[in-house]
């Protein structure tokens, strides 16, 4: 079935945790993995499917009203934030996002302070009221259940 099929992932990435998931579904699927902003509609028009992964901020999904506005034939998405899975609010990022329809799937990434620029920072601080330190949760497992329902 899906061999006839033309599929390409995009990615939303700040801190390369959305990328690394992005990269890791291209080479399960043997597909084309690109970042979001070096697409545009005429491109995407060939593709059967879309895959779109982007991080998370404040709830909403990095990307997605743009790939959206591409009118890909059809579209998934992945979402990638520091909430723990068990504790992530799915059912309100498909609200936010207006993602009803659209197969959707969350991972945790991760954070990385270095990249993510004194305003993210801030921002995390404020609202973890922590200040943010590196951590990594990416899991290549995790992309298992996505794979499959392309396949
Ligand atoms: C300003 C800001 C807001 C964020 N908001 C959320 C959020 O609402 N929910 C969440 O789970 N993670 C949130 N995060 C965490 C990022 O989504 C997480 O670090 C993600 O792994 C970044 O992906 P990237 O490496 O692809 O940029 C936020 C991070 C920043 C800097």
Redesign the pocket.
Known sequence: MRSSMKILVT?????????RYAQWIGEELSCECKELTSVDATQLADYDLVIHGG??????VKGLEKVKSFQPRKLMVFG????DEKE?DIKSWIEANKLAGIPFFYYQ????PD??GI???T??KM?TKQKPEYVDYTNRDKIQELVAAVK
């Open positions: 990615y939303q990435s700040k801190t390369g945790f959305t990328k991080w998370i901020m404040v709830g909403m990638v934030g520091f909430t992530a990434g991760g954070m990385n990249k993510m305003v993210g920072k921002m995390v609202a």
